[in-house]
């Protein structure tokens, strides 16, 4: 072990080496690294491969920037393989060039586009057979970004496409090291863009292909600086990099020779210290305890007076909030309900576990519900949906020995159905420690809630009347957007959501005539917010701005005193959470985001997806704060947003998207899309019965 200290900070940094010669610079440290390292945890981080190689599968999500112009999302074919398609009048490929050299363009489709063309500089290729190869002269070629045009009459199916240096063909080993994304081809680099939270470092480990190993610069460039490091490398060997502390930056690994002209990344980790559990103190008060989860469906966080709002929506659960740890920045990781409520009961991604679409998706038989973790541990296990989204169809009902939907026979469920089905299930518990969820409707529309809540905060609307459905729809369709109408409709928001708090006082009441009060541990939580005008728009599924994913997360368990955790929060944390809190035996711990609410770190990277539109590509929030980005699909100039929302909290003025910052962002959202792909479970297809179909329609999710 060597003991340094850093030039211009004075720091002290432990340098644990073996055979590596240690080399220090400002925020740059190499350290040899075991990987079985007491207290590290590690997640895989896919970088950028620069070296003037594309491969496009067309299998993910992922390769989308380099896409541009009608190319379709892609899609499965009946043999079983992706493609992806490319309609009138065409579209683009963009890739970057290290060199200006000769390249090869190969391009596997599947029955040739009728007059397709395909174009770079002023050559121009006939795209008439199912599989051709092109060669692109070093004329045309600029070091750099470099677009290859492609022109349609009608469509064009297209399953791969290689775009490559000639010289790299015949390199023994090549055409299956193409097939490899943590190859490298030489000259070339991987790229990083990050901003290091809680201690992160870069593991890495590179196959040079000898045993000496080869020479390694590591360059690492922030906004105001460039620091640089050169080293030998062994071969297969483990080494650390540690970025500069609080600063966006893009690390570039530019090893610098290789005997075969082929490198592999064998190992590409962003490690951290490990978090400790829950306090020793929460996880004795939870002993022996049940648990009751209240979702409230599109409750938006700023909306509970818990939370600050000035109306009083909420008197029952802000009673409940004063006795709780009330997490006043949590946010749900997907927009819609039926990958929300996946995340919540799984701990999982959207793009992993993959409860994405109505139709075409449900709970894969590999998976694992909290449900059926709590059911193992000898919990009774219930649920109470008034959302399909969170029903049979989908395969949510795994691991709850009862499970009730009551749209069954019903087009309109009141949150006042929920008490009498959640008294009997209580009894059926038979005095066992339960894992109860209950899925309110409100307060999402319709808003069908009765007098005297109804009324409450508006006096046009003081019954129930068709023209008042009428008139919501039409504002929630935007045939009516004035501002008195938006108005209106806020003031239904919070009467629906007033009648749902006064229905969990009357849930919590009853578990009080129980004496199940001291026994259970309560959770307020919801699966999404709403848009109730701002930004332009009313709903959900698509809204990534503050007021579609700030949920209310609430958390009491008796005994425990109240806190107020202003510190980030996302959907999975609550599984996550329980997991530890009652001994589960969680089989997610490398696939989550989620982290223990009672241990949360001051600073994290937060992820949400909204439901696919736009021809069927979905968009992203990625924020690592104070920055947040949203990116909707296919990436264009118009269709990537900034904010600081530190300065901006509203996201109302949105910055310039470019710089580090969004870099680091975009990198996100890449590397999460492409470890994705490796970790997604296999969907299942849903079952939607009638009751299913009509009561979605009912809620506004399918239209005739």
Not at 38 to 50: E, L, Q, S, W
Not at 278 to 292: H, Q
Not at 311 to 340: G, K, M, N, Y
């Amino acid at each position: 072990m060597i003991r340094a200290v850093i030039p211009d900070t004075g720091r002290v940094v432990l340098w644990f080496v073996s055979g590596i010669r240690p080399v220090g610079l400002v925020g740059l440290v190499f350290l040899s690294f075991c990987s079985g390292r007491v207290g590290m945890v590690g997640h895989t981080i896919p970088p950028i491969r620069d070296d003037g190689v594309t491969i496009l599968r067309m299998n993910s999500l992922a390769d989308q920037p380099s896409f541009s112009g009608e190319w379709s999302v892609p899609r499965l074919g009946q043999d079983r393989s992706f493609m992806r398609v490319l309609r009138k009048p065409g579209g683009s490929v963009h890739f970057q060039a290290k060199l200006k050299e000769s390249y090869l363009l190969q391009i596997q489709g599947r029955g040739a586009g009728k007059g397709a063309i395909v174009g770079i500089g002023g050559l121009k290729f006939p795209l008439d057979k199912d599989s051709a190869e092109f060669v692109i002269s070093p004329e045309v070629i600029e070091p750099g970004a470099n677009e290859i045009k492609f022109f349609v009459e009608d469509e064009l199916k297209v399953s791969s496409i290689r775009i490559l240096p000639r010289r790299i063909a015949v390199l023994a080993g090549a055409d299956q090291a193409l097939g490899d994304e943590m190859t490298l081809f030489m000259p070339g680099s991987w790229k990083y863009f990050l901003r290091p939270v809680s201690g992160e470092r870069l593991l890495l480990s590179i196959d040079a292909g000898s045993a000496t190993g080869t020479n390694v610069r590591i360059i690492i460039r922030t906004g105001s600086r460039t620091v640089e490091s050169r080293d030998k490398v062994r071969s297969d060997a483990e080494f650390v990099i540690r970025p500069v502390p609080g600063q966006f930056q893009e690390i570039e690994v530019r090893p610098e020779s290789s005997r075969s002209g082929i490198l592999r990344l064998k190992k590409s980790l962003l490690v951290r210290e490990r978090r400790h559990q829950a306090p020793r103190r929460i996880r004795k008060a939870v002993r022996d305890k049940s648990v009751l989860i209240i979702c409230l469906d599109a409750a938006r966080g700023d909306h509970l007076g818990a939370l600050g709002y000035s109306r009083r929506t909420t008197p029952f659960i802000d009673r409940l909030a004063r006795e709780s740890w009330v997490f006043t920045d949590a946010v749900a990781e997907a927009a819609f309900t039926l990958a929300s409520t996946t995340t919540l009961h799984t701990g999982l991604p959207p793009d992993v576990h993959r409860v994405l679409s109505t139709f075409t998706s449900s709970l894969g038989p590999s998976l694992v519900t909290v449900a059926e973790l709590f059911q193992k541990k000898g919990y009774f296990t219930a649920a109470i949906s008034a959302n399909p989204y969170f029903g049979r169809a989908y395969g949510q009902d795994r691991g709850f020995a009862e499970f009730v939907e009551l749209f069954e026979g019903a087009r309109e469920v009141l949150a006042e159905d929920f008490l009498e089905p959640f008294r009997r299930i209580i009894e059926h518990a038979g005095g066992r420690p339960f894992f109860i969820y209950l899925h309110l409707r409100e307060p999402h529309q319709d808003y069908t809630m009765p007098p005297p809540y109804l009324g409450s905060f508006q006096s046009q609307y003081l019954v129930q009347t068709e023209e008042l459905r009428a008139r919501t729809h039409r504002i929630l369709d935007g045939r009516d957007d004035s501002g008195e109408d938006v108005n209106l409709l806020r003031d239904l928001y919070d009467e629906n959501l007033l009648y749902a708090d006064s229905v969990i006082g009357r849930l919590l009441e009853i578990l009080a005539t129980l004496r199940l009060d001291g026994k259970t541990v309560k959770i307020i939580a919801s699966d999404h917010g709403e848009g109730l005008g701002e930004h332009g728009m009313i709903g959900h599924n698509v809204v990534l701005q503050r007021e579609g994913i700030h949920i209310p997360l609430i958390v009491q368990i008796p005994g425990v005193s109240p806190k107020r955790i202003p510190l980030p929060a996302i959907t999975s944390d609550v599984p996550v959470t329980l997991a530890d809190l009652f001994g589960l035996e969680y089989p997610y711990d490398r696939s989550t985001w989620g982290m223990n609410l009672f241990n949360l770190p001051a600073e994290r990277r937060r992820l949400t997806r909204a439901l696919n539109s736009n021809g069927g590509f979905p968009a992203f929030m990625a924020e690592q704060y104070p920055y947040r980005m949203i990116a909707f699909f296919p990436i264009t100039e118009d269709s990537v947003e900034l904010y600081n929302i530190k300065d901006d909290p509203g996201q109302m003025n949105p910055l310039p998207a470019e710089g580090l910052m969004a870099e680091t962002l975009r990198f996100l959202i890449g590397t999460h899309l492409k470890n994705s792909d490796k970790q997604a479970a296999a969907s299942g297809v849903a079952s939607l019965r009638e009751k299913d179909l009509q009561n979605l329609k009912s809620l506004g999710y399918i239209h005739q």
